[in-house]
C-alpha cells in the first residue's frame, strides 16, 4: 500500500482535497463521512479555517460541539483517499451516536484496506492525546465499517436507534 500517513489539512493539498470532495458528490450516493467533509470546500481557506476553528476547548462558540481535529489519509500518489475527524470528548449525543472518531475513505478508492490503515493512525492520535479507550460507531448495515473498526479491536457493546430510526452500532476500541 505504499506510503500512507495522516496529515493535517493545509493548503498544499487544497487539488488533491478538492479532488476528494468531487469524487464523493460525483461518486457517492451515500452520506460523505466524516461530516466536515461535506463541507462545501471551494473557498478552501474559509474551509481550512472551518476545519480548525474548534480543534481546542479555547475555541468553542457552540456548546453542542465538542473540540475535534481533521485529518487526512494521503497515499503514495499524494491523493486523499480518506478524511478522518477525531473527538477528543464527548458529549450526550457523541456517546449515544457519534463516537470519537468518524472516518471515511473515498467512494472510488473503497476496498483496498484504506480505512484499516486510517483507523489504526487515528488511535494512535487518540492515544497521544490521553485516551484510553474510544467509541466507534458505524450503521448496522455497514458490514466493511463494522469488519474495520473489529480489526482494530472493536468490541461491541450495543445498537442505538437514531431519532430518525437509524441503527447504529456502537463499538468500544482500548487502547
Known amino acids: 500500500m505504499g506510503n500512507l500517513r495522516l496529515v493535517e489539512p493545509s493548503m498544499a493539498y487544497r487539488e488533491a482535497y478538492l479532488d476528494f470532495y468531487e469524487d464523493w458528490m460525483t461518486e457517492g450516493a451515500d452520506a460523505v463521512v466524516p461530516w466536515v467533509a461535506a463541507q462545501d470546500p471551494q473557498d478552501f481557506e474559509a474551509y481550512?479555517?472551518?476545519?480548525?476553528?474548534a480543534d481546542s476547548e479555547e475555541k468553542l462558540k457552540d456548546d453542542a460541539f465538542v473540540p475535534h481535529s481533521t485529518y487526512w489519509l494521503i497515499n503514495e500518489d499524494e491523493e486523499v483517499v480518506g478524511a478522518v475527524n477525531i473527538r477528543h470528548r464527548l458529549n450526550r449525543k457523541l456517546l449515544e451516536s457519534g463516537g470519537h472518531i468518524g472516518y471515511g475513505i473515498r467512494p472510488s478508492r473503497r476496498g483496498r484496506g484504506y480505512a484499516s490503515v486510517q483507523l489504526a493512525e487515528a488511535?494512535?492520535?487518540t492515544k497521544a492525546m490521553g485516551l484510553s479507550r474510544v467509541l466507534i460507531v458505524c450503521d448496522d448495515d455497514n458490514t466493511a465499517s463494522e469488519?474495520?473498526?473489529?480489526?482494530?479491536?472493536?468490541v461491541l457493546d450495543s445498537l442505538f436507534t437514531t431519532d430518525n430510526g437509524e441503527v447504529l452500532k456502537r463499538f468500544w476500541?482500548?487502547?
Open 48 to 53: 481550512l479555517a472551518f476545519l480548525s476553528s
Open 147 to 154: 469488519r474495520t473498526i473489529r480489526g482494530a479491536g472493536g
Open 173 to 175: 476500541v482500548e487502547i
Open 123 to 125: 488511535l494512535k492520535i
